[in-house]
């Protein structure tokens, strides 16, 4: 089972491996990062690295045995009301093992217990039923419809323990 890892500067090569080979697979369900992110990218994961250092961020990485990143789980845009806003991605070999909804489950619990946080919040469209499942398995609420790149959406929340 891969372990989820707080990201690392050791991480670069992996997260970029493990965008590079999901590129395609991502892209049919959230926009894609675009070229410029893949030119760019060591200046975006230093950026990265920045952010989680100041506290607005903490990304993580799911890390195989052998060093592989097969996913990502974060909380961005730490508010100073205690809440984030969650991201997630697994790699397209690894989806559908019960990956995203146990790591979300861990990051939930880092949320309130390592970084202070009282709110998690989330958005998904609603042509993404297995990523509404990973929310929903977790605890997390439907509140609002919205329009999410084009496609209509759901907002979510959930309040930590």
Do not use: W
């Amino acid at each position: 089972m891969p372990r989820l890892q707080l990201l690392r500067p050791d991480h670069a090569p992996a997260v970029l491996a493990f965008e590079r080979e999901n590129r395609a697979y991502f892209a049919a369900s959230v926009p894609d990062r675009g070229d410029a992110f893949f030119a760019e990218f060591d200046a975006r994961f230093a950026q990265l690295l920045a952010y989680q250092a100041a506290g607005t961020d903490y990304p993580h990485v799911l890390v195989t045995a052998d060093g592989e990143v097969v996913g990502r789980v974060n909380l961005i845009e730490v508010d100073a009301d205690g809440s984030a806003e969650l991201g997630y991605r697994i790699a397209q070999k690894a989806a559908g093992q019960g990956l995203a909804t146990a790591a979300v489950r861990e990051v939930r619990g880092l949320a309130a217990t390592s970084y202070g946080l009282v709110t998690l919040r989330a958005r998904v469209t609603h042509d993404n039923p297995a990523s509404r499942a990973v929310l929903e398995h977790n605890g997390f609420t439907p509140v609002a419809a919205l329009t999410l790149n084009g496609k209509p959406a759901t907002s979510y929340r959930c309040a930590l323990e």
